[in-house]
């Protein structure tokens, strides 16, 4: 029976040609919309013939199922492509950022201004119009003790005279007295530490006048044992004459 029945299928397939037109049309409508009811077979048909057809249609169908699908979109059918899933970091490896482009403020093109040296001031003698005055270290002064002079000279009578002595805080600087060739009773005098340094002031009262001639202020201190350097201590002399107010400054050369 097995035998027959494939025999008959081997017979009709061989002699159905089937209708491309049909087909395309069929898979076309199908594609567009839902499919029509059908019609129910005539019973005239003989159902042996038609189940052969059938079976025949179905395996041609099954065989050229891709061919027919080509002649309907006019192209052979893309392959399917499998998109891996993107890999995910690790929770806990650091995500690596984008280097950044800040930068930081562009780097200064012109020099700071450098502090201004000290102007470095005369030990020996300084002169302005009738006054002249010149600074020295006593040779008395020892490793713990010292005594710092100015000698005013004047050629004309003095109606104001202002001497200041600046002895610098070397360590251990202390005063221990001061003098003056001219009466004391014509000066008033202040010792004071101000600003990092022992200041001596010698100050002119009113009404009194300074003679023409060579006038000596001294100021003596105890400091740190050694030899004290000088090179910070300094003095002043403000004077005035009939007709002018001359003003000097200078250092103490060591002692000899």
């Known amino acids: ?33 839902p499919t029509l009811p059908h019609r129910a077979p005539s019973i005239a048909r003989s159902g042996r013939r038609v189940l052969l057809a059938a079976l025949a249609t179905a395996g041609l169908l099954a065989t050229g199922g891709l061919a027919v699908a080509g002649i309907v979109n006019g192209q052979p059918p893309a392959p399917a492509v ?16 984008a280097p950044s482009t800040a930068t930081g403020p ?6 700071g201004s450098r502090p ?4 470095t001031l005369p030990t020996g003698r300084v002169q302005n119009g009738p006054l002249w005055t ?18 005013v000279g004047t050629s004309q009578q003095l109606g104001s005279l202002t001497v200041e002595l600046r002895i610098t805080q ?24 101000t600003g990092g340094a022992l200041v001596y002031r010698w100050v002119l009262k009113p009404g009194r ?19 004290r350097a000088t090179a910070g201590d300094s003095y002043r002399v403000d004077a005035r004459t009939a007709a002018s107010s001359p003003t000097l400054r200078g250092g103490f050369a060591p002692a000899h």
Not at 2 to 16: D, G, K, M
Not at 106 to 111: D, K, L, N
Not at 134 to 151: M, R
Not at 170 to 193: K, N
């Open 116 to 119: 201004s040296a000290t102007p």
């Open 1 to 33: 029976m097995n035998e027959e029945i494939s025999r008959q299928l081997r017979e009709a397939a061989a002699h159905h040609h089937p209708d491309r037109a049909t087909i395309v049309a069929l898979v076309e409508q199908r594609a567009a919309g």
């Open 106 to 111: 562009a780097p200064s093109t012109t020099g």
């Open 209 to 227: 006048t300074v003679p023409a001639g060579q006038h000596v202020f001294a100021a003596q201190f105890n400091h740190a044992t050694g030899v």
């Open 170 to 193: 070397t360590g251990g600087v202390r005063e221990t007295g001061s003098w003056r060739t001219l009466p004391a009773d014509d000066f008033t005098v202040t010792v004071q530490e």
């Open 134 to 151: 010149e600074g020295s270290v006593d040779a008395k002064s020892t490793v713990y003790w010292g005594q710092s002079s100015v000698a």
């Open 82 to 97: 499998t998109t891996a899933p993107a890999a995910s970091a690790p929770l806990d490896s650091p995500v690596p950022s």
